[in-house]
């Protein structure tokens, strides 16, 4: 079975610092992991994905992640926050189980993300 | 780039009315997947479709029911509309539904059932 546990409801950071949005998850078989940003009332958008490469993805944005399978991690960081980064994120597993190629997305209940000036 | 579509953006019904939503997947992808965002939650699966077939489902509700085209595009209908059923209802893309594949997501249709 597969899913994602956000460690952060709410992760409030002020303008110029770091960002770490944690995000664990469980998976029978080898996931691929994805973030993505959802801005109020916007769709969702493709911040960064995981797929069994490297284990440090870096995203748009100047956002990155690192896959950490010994700890069943895939934390969001980003070095200096901006305000435009305000927004909720989303942690999201995706696996398929052998002979069954099509994926379905898990989410995570998402971490707002509020920064301060 | 052209990006996933989603008609209406916002869609108003009564108790018990029938809703139609459309999806317009980016071109090329075959595969699209339907997901539920309620207040507050963070989006459900409902269902997906890999060349015009349905290829898993989710949580959906026996009112609803979905299909896709030929030319790719999906439409979800809704019928007996219940308050419950207000959420945002994002319609995704990918390329062949692989599990290392990137789903795209639309705008979202929000829907208020009054």
């Known amino acids: 079975a597969q899913s994602v546990t956000q460690l952060d409801s709410h992760v409030s950071v002020s303008e110029g610092t770091p960002v770490l949005l944690r995000c664990n998850y469980s998976s029978s078989y080898s996931p691929s992991l994805f973030w993505y940003v959802q801005h109020p009332n916007k769709g969702l958008q493709l911040l960064l994905k995981y797929t069994s490469a490297a284990t440090l993805v870096k995203g748009i944005n100047g956002f990155e992640a690192e896959f950490k399978k010994s700890e069943t991690s895939f934390h969001l960081t980003k070095p200096s926050a901006h305000m435009s980064d305000a927004a909720e994120y989303f942690c999201v597993v995706s696996s398929a189980s052998p002979g069954y190629n099509f994926n379905k997305f898990y989410f995570g209940s998402g971490t707002k993300l509020n920064v301060k000036p | 780039a052209a990006g996933v579509i989603q008609s209406p953006r916002h869609l108003i019904k009564e108790k018990r009315e029938t809703a139609t939503l459309k999806c317009y997947p980016i071109p090329r992808h075959d595969t699209v997947y339907w997901y539920q965002q309620g207040p507050g939650q963070d989006p459900q699966f409902l269902i997906s479709f890999y060349e015009k077939m349905q290829s898993d489902k989710g949580s959906i509700p026996d009112r609803f029911s979905a299909q896709q085209f030929s030319d790719y595009h999906s439409e979800l209908n809704m019928s007996s509309l219940e308050l419950g059923d207000s959420a945002l209802y994002f319609c995704?893309?990918?390329?062949?539904?692989?599990?290392?594949?990137?789903?795209?997501f639309g705008p979202g249709t929000r829907l208020t059932v009054l």
């Open positions: 995704a893309s990918s390329l062949n539904g692989g599990a290392a594949d990137t789903q795209y």
